[in-house]
């Protein structure tokens, strides 16, 4: 799993600026909109807010069946990254209370081979199948691809149509893992030249 990985709270990630440029909205009816930005060290709380609200299902897709402890170190490793090797990207929305995150799609370069990231993402329940999944997956593509990324690699539950289904999509190669049978391995190959995996306007917010 991507945030498994290397220690990215590092630190390298304390002293990377911040890519504000990355920010963009998608605008939603009424007015409203989803901010789409780089995540940052002082999002821990939305961070764990996010995962706190995540139904078993969701968390059981996410985290592979496995358990997950919600520690602060953990929470640190997931938001104060250097956003080289380690890339995330968060959807929020504006709510009475403050910020709220509804999605993150991340990526982390494999230590032993740096044009190779493991990649994860997750969309709030109440947002799911809407669109943002998929969009968020389209931008973390790109970001990576122009970051030299060469081949993006995930591990899924056989068992978890939606995102085997989102991924096939988007033109990840599907297989079987070779070292456990409930797993399948998405993996897409990326070329500095090649036409985004997808247009986004399936988006549907
Ligand atoms: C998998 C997940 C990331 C997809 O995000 P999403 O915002 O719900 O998906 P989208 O609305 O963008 O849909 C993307 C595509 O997947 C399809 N899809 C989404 N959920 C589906 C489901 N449950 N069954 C079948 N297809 C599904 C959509 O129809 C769409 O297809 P299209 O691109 O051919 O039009 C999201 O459902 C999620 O967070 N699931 C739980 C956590 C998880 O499984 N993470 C992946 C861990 S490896």
Redesign the pocket.
Known sequence: MADQGRNSASAEAADSPYPAELTTEWPLVYGRSITVRPIRADDADIERRFLDGLSPR?RY??FLGGGISVTPEWLARLTNIDYRTHMAFIATTLTGGGEDMIAVARYIRLAEDETSAEY????ADA?????????LMTMLIAHARGAGVRRLV???LGS????L??MH?LGFEVHHHPDARELRLATLELRAGDPPASNDS?FAG
């Open positions: 969701t897709h996410r994860a993402v997750t969309v947002w799911q199948g809407h669109g943002v999944g998929r969009r995930g591990e899924i978890n149509a939606g995102m289904h989102m999509s399936a």
